[in-house]
Structures are given as structure tokens and as C-alpha cells.
């Protein structure tokens, strides 16, 4: 089973970046999905965006123009850039896997991803 590690939340005035990091333990393959959600106190988990290791992106509308998502294949790594950050980006960010092939589809539900991250808590303070 692969398990991820999550690193680079923290604490940021509104307007800054951040930059986190999921390392995914053995190999990937090209037709997996990993994603970015995130979760505040009293909210449930929501979508922030996602990447096929095969190719392609797709965000949520709230962070569209403002988060990156990247992956290095070598090193098995997934990064969420995060630019002008607000206050209400603040939640504990989790990185998710699937690895049930979907074809061309962007996974958006949290249900459909069957492993997770720690979880990497990122403040934006106003």
C-alpha cells in the first residue's frame, strides 16, 4: 500500500504563498490520481484540485489562478503552490491517491481516492 507524507504548512499573511509537499511511498504509475483537499473546523472536506500522473490538472473554482499543482515522477512527489493566499484558505490540507484507473476523468469526490496524508495544517492570517 502507498503512504503519503505531507510537509510545507505553516503560517502566512494573507497575500503570501506557500508551498506543500506529498512524497508517495513506492512506485506510481501512469494512470494514478492524487489530489489536494482540505478541511476547516466545522466544514467538511473539500476539493481543491487534482493531477493524473499522465498528464493534466483541474482546480476548484476558489483557488483557480492561485494554486499550482505539480508532480515529479521521480522522486514520487506531488506540490500544491500556493499564491496569493487568503484567510479563508486556512484548513489542514490533505493529499490524496487513487490508484483505480479512471481515463480522463478529473476525481473530485474525497470518497473516490482510497489512500491519504496526515493532513498539513496552513494558516493565513489577515
Known amino acids: 500500500q502507498v503512504q503519503l507524507v505531507e510537509s510545507g504548512g505553516g503560517l502566512v499573511q494573507a497575500g503570501g504563498s506557500l508551498r506543500l509537499s506529498c512524497a508517495a511511498s513506492?512506485?506510481?504509475?501512469?494512470?494514478?490520481?492524487m489530489g489536494w483537499f482540505r478541511q476547516s473546523p466545522g466544514k467538511e472536506r473539500e476539493f481543491v484540485g487534482t493531477?493524473?500522473?499522465?498528464?493534466?490538472?483541474f482546480y476548484a473554482d476558489s483557488v483557480k489562478g492561485r494554486f499550482t499543482i505539480s508532480g515529479d515522477s521521480t522522486q514520487n512527489t506531488m506540490y500544491l503552490q500556493m499564491n496569493n493566499l487568503k484567510p479563508e484558505d486556512t484548513a489542514v490540507y490533505y493529499c490524496?491517491?487513487?490508484?483505480?484507473?479512471?481515463?480522463?476523468?478529473?476525481?473530485?469526490?474525497?470518497?473516490?481516492?482510497?489512500?491519504w496524508g496526515q493532513g498539513t495544517q496552513v494558516t493565513v492570517s489577515s
Open positions: 493531477m493524473r500522473w499522465s498528464g493534466g490538472t
Open positions: 513506492g512506485r506510481t504509475f501512469s494512470w494514478y490520481v
Open positions: 490524496a491517491l487513487r490508484t483505480t484507473y479512471s481515463g480522463n476523468n478529473y476525481i473530485t469526490s474525497s470518497s473516490e481516492y482510497s489512500s
